[in-house]
């Protein structure tokens, strides 16, 4: 099974910097796109930030020149580097990883490609 663990969440003032970060571990055979999504009370969940595995970058443009992602391949994981924060960036941040994973059935391997999700961090921005 495949766990992802976010962290860095928590209240800071309008126009300081917040980085978070996801972790990804289980059995891994290559990870795909790496992203990080945000909910704020009573909205839906949408994308903030994603990164290809060859490096290539999308952003919201609510947070482009604010925001960066970023991926480390050899330690599986995705950061968020959050700065000039807004109170709009308030929400619960989600990080979504697409993965293959493998299983061994006595020397019969299988693969299976599927994205996961954490749990969430909180992101709270006063102003």
């Known amino acids: 099974q495949v766990q992802l663990v976010e962290s860095g969440g928590g209240l800071v003032q309008a126009g300081g910097s917040l980085r978070l970060s996801c972790v990804v571990s289980?059995?891994?055979?290559?990870?795909?796109?790496m992203g990080w999504y945000r909910q704020a009370p009573g909205d839906k969940r949408d994308s903030v930030a994603t990164v290809t595995n060859s490096g290539s970058t999308k952003y919201v443009d609510s947070v482009k020149g604010r925001l960066t992602i970023s991926r480390d391949n050899a330690k599986n994981t995705v950061d968020l580097q959050m700065n000039s924060m807004e109170p709009e960036d308030t929400a619960v941040y989600y990080c979504?990883?697409?993965?293959?994973?493998?299983?061994?059935?006595?020397?019969?391997?299988?693969?299976?490609?599927?994205?996961?999700w954490g749990n969430g961090t909180l992101v709270t921005v006063n102003s």
């Open positions: 289980g059995y891994i055979l290559s990870v795909g796109d």
């Open positions: 979504k990883v697409d993965v293959t994973t493998y299983s061994d059935h006595g020397g019969v391997f299988s693969f299976n490609s599927m994205e996961f």
